[in-house]
């Protein structure tokens, strides 16, 4: 199994299957020179309707008999694809909990620095909302 999303051209712009690149913001993939040289020779361009773009997971989706380029992309490239190709429930999902894993991912840093000021663990845990041991285990670090 490839972990390439798949650049696809679809016969019909009214389908809704994947995502139009640009849709997805900038992708590095869409600079390098085996992209523009798929796109040159399909005759198409990156600002294409038809042109879409799936996840790799998901490349069993492509119609059968239509041009694709696996590319490939970064996780947070991914990760913008896969929100963007998700139902819309899903997709609010998906982004509320990136925006927690982003403010949770110095949780620890954090508690750590409010112990060295002298935040009393008890309080830490009031305004947190974190288990006592998450904060015993932050002061071991």
């Keep these: 199994m490839t972990d390439d999303?798949?650049?696809f051209l679809l016969d019909d712009a009214t389908t809704t299957l994947g995502v139009?690149?640009?849709?997805?913001g900038?992708?590095?993939c869409m600079d390098t020179p085996a992209v523009q040289a798929w796109l040159a020779a399909q005759g198409s361009s990156a600002t294409s309707p038809l042109l879409r773009l799936l996840p790799p997971e998901e490349r069993g989706a492509v119609p059968e008999g239509a041009e694709r380029l696996p590319v490939p992309l970064s996780d947070e490239e991914l990760s913008r694809v896969r929100c963007r190709t998700a139902p819309a429930a899903l997709?609010?999902?998906e982004e509320e909990l990136l925006a927690y894993?982003?403010?949770?991912g110095g949780r620890d840093g954090?508690?750590?620095?409010?112990?060295?000021?002298?935040v009393p663990p008890h309080r830490i845990v009031e305004l947190t909302g974190v288990d006592p041991t998450t904060v015993t285990a932050a002061a071991e670090r």
Excluded: E, F, M, T
């Design 26 to 28: 900038d992708l590095a």
């Design 101 to 104: 894993r982003d403010c949770a």
């Design 91 to 93: 997709a609010d999902l």
């Design 5 to 7: 999303a798949y650049l």
């Design 20 to 24: 139009p690149p640009s849709a997805v």
């Design 110 to 118: 954090l508690i750590g620095r409010a112990l060295a000021a002298g």
